[in-house]
């Protein structure tokens, strides 16, 4: 059949040329394509790789920093609350002491002043009986002169007088 | 009428077929009749040069658009000239089934170059066909499939090597342009095909092989379906297909190293009269797969051209019986053609990734660390 053979027909030229074209195209390709580009991509692919570990390394620290964080704040609440617990400790002792110190001057105030009082009214008491003795001592010379004055008073006074002495 | 030709048309036509072949060719030079398997082997078969077109079919003044490439020849020394003096000289010899050109000593039938006897022709069998008995020149020609591979070679080397220029641009920052686009398929090629099939550590040394391999056949395979360059058919070529597959051959068997080799000659765990019957079959698989890497890329790549051909032949056919259903079977075969061409597009691919494929598993195993 025509051109069954030039199908089947495996020439020498086409293998000499193809051979020929092949491994100087390899050659050239590997020299200059396929070396540096799979070296390009090697260190591409290490670079992601490595950037991809220093993020999970980062995301580890970033963590672990909040973890010391969350610690030194919750140290610093624990040491707020005992400040907090201290000082209202302290408050309370100080207005207690306030407390016992004014309940202590009243009582001396009052003390005192039931002194005082005792004394006033003592003095009240000894300056109302000296008036009072005065003014009877008054009255009665009122009295006496008013009776001596008339005669016969004067004498039932010195009666009288006389008789309640007897009678003490 | 079609069935006939679709049958006869593939490798494997039989010698009864010949004949009416022969006979039919005869009566097509005079009625001009078109003859669709003479059509398709033409179109897929390598050549001397590469044809455009031909204007004035059939005429006085039929001229042909082609780029004629220069023959070489060795033959007791070299000869050298273009093959426009073969292509613009057809030869007729009595009986001869063939597509002959004559210039000077040497005639060429079916693009294949013998050297005239004493009379100025060939010597036929009884059939018709070429007897072996003629002298055979060394034909070094640069064929128009060896030119189609160079072409992709050179292609391929120029895409990747902008890559690599992209590459050392890009250091340290996001691929761009053409890098962007090339890159994945590097990818594919060693985390898809290499990679798996033989480990990071070995798939180094093959790569840059494979790689070479994977482009150019894919390469080759997209010139093959641009229309209007001539109908390229390199992978479809077996000089080509036979470089490739013989590269396979000699690295599997130069790097073989001494676990494969005692796979093949003493397989272990088997008992031994296993063993002749197996180390005949091992040593036959050296030489069968790379022979069955060739064989599978070019009938591949040779059956989706041969399938394209024949339904523009079909168009061509049903024309000349008549014009109406020459356009109604023009829409339903174009309309297939643009089917067929997705799927040649897809096989293109393919055959680039099962070529690639099977030689790094034929690398894997050539070098594997004993495991057994």
Redesign the interface.
């Known amino acids: 059949?025509?051109?069954?053979?030039?199908?089947?027909?495996?020439?020498?030229?086409?293998?000499?040329?193809?051979?020929l074209?092949?491994l100087?195209?390899?050659f050239?390709?590997?020299k200059?394509?396929?070396?540096?580009?799979?070296t390009?991509?090697e260190?591409r692919d290490d670079?992601i790789a490595k950037s991809l570990q220093k993020a999970e390394e980062a995301k580890r620290e970033m963590a672990s920093l909040k973890a010391e964080n969350d610690k030194i704040l919750q140290e610093a609440r624990v040491e707020r609350e005992t400040i907090l617990k201290e000082a209202r400790a302290m408050k309370e002792q100080i207005v207690q002491e306030a407390k016992g110190e004014a309940g202590a001057e009243k009582a001396k105030m009052v003390k005192q002043a039931k002194e005082e009082i005792l004394r006033e009214k003592a003095n009240a008491l000894t300056e109302v009986k000296n008036q009072l003795a005065e003014l009877s001592l008054e009255i009665a010379e009122k009295v006496i002169k008013q009776k001596l004055e008339k005669k016969g008073e004067h004498e039932k006074l010195i009666e009288q007088e006389i008789q309640s002495v007897n009678l003490n | 009428m079609c069935a006939f030709y679709l049958s006869s048309t593939p490798l494997f036509a039989g010698a009864d077929h010949r004949h009416e072949e022969k006979h039919s060719t005869h009566t097509s030079k005079n009625t001009n009749t078109f003859n669709i398997g003479e059509m398709i082997m033409h179109h897929i078969s390598d050549a001397h040069q590469i044809h455009f077109l031909t204007l004035n079919e059939h005429k006085e003044n039929e001229k042909h658009l082609a780029i004629n490439l220069p023959i070489l020849l060795w033959d007791n020394g070299f000869q050298f000239f273009s093959s426009k003096h073969l292509y613009h000289h057809p030869y007729h010899q009595h009986h001869l089934d063939a597509h002959g050109f004559k210039h000077e000593d040497y005639i060429m039938a079916d693009e294949k170059i013998f050297k005239a006897n004493e009379h100025g022709e060939l010597n036929l069998n009884e059939d018709g066909s070429i007897a072996s008995s003629n002298i055979v020149p060394m034909d070094l020609s640069m064929t128009k499939s060896g030119l189609g591979f160079v072409l992709s070679g050179l292609l391929v080397l120029l895409i990747f090597s902008s890559v690599a220029k992209r590459e050392k641009e890009n250091k340290g920052k996001a691929p761009s342009g053409i890098q962007s686009f090339m890159e994945p398929l590097i990818l594919l090629v060693r985390d898809q095909i290499v990679i798996p099939s033989m480990g990071e550590k070995r798939a180094k040394r093959f790569l840059p092989f494979l790689l070479s391999v994977f482009f150019i056949i894919w390469l080759a395979n997209l010139l093959g379906l641009v229309p209007f360059i001539g109908g390229f058919n390199i992978m479809g070529t077996m000089g080509v297909t036979i470089v490739l597959a013989t590269l396979v051959f000699i690295i599997t068997t130069i790097k073989g190293n001494k676990h494969y080799w005692m796979h093949i000659l003493w397989p272990s765990g088997v008992p031994t009269f296993v063993k002749f019957i197996l180390v005949p079959i091992e040593i036959l698989g050296i030489f069968i797969k790379p022979v069955v890497l060739m064989i599978r890329l070019t009938a591949n790549i040779t059956a989706g051209h041969i399938i394209i051909l024949a339904f523009t032949g079909l168009v061509i056919m049903m024309g000349q019986n008549s014009q109406i259903a020459g356009f109604g079977t023009g829409i339903g075969a174009t309309l297939f053609m643009i089917f067929m061409f997705a799927i040649e597009l897809l096989v293109a691919f393919l055959q680039a990734y099962v070529f690639t494929l099977l030689a790094s598993l034929y690398f894997a195993d050539a070098t594997q660390e004993g495991h057994h």
Do not use: C, D, H
């Open positions: 059949m025509i051109y069954l053979n030039a199908l089947l027909n495996v020439g020498v030229g086409t293998i000499f040329w193809t051979s074209a092949f100087i195209v390899a050239l390709l590997k200059f394509a396929w070396s540096p580009i799979l390009s991509i260190e670079f």
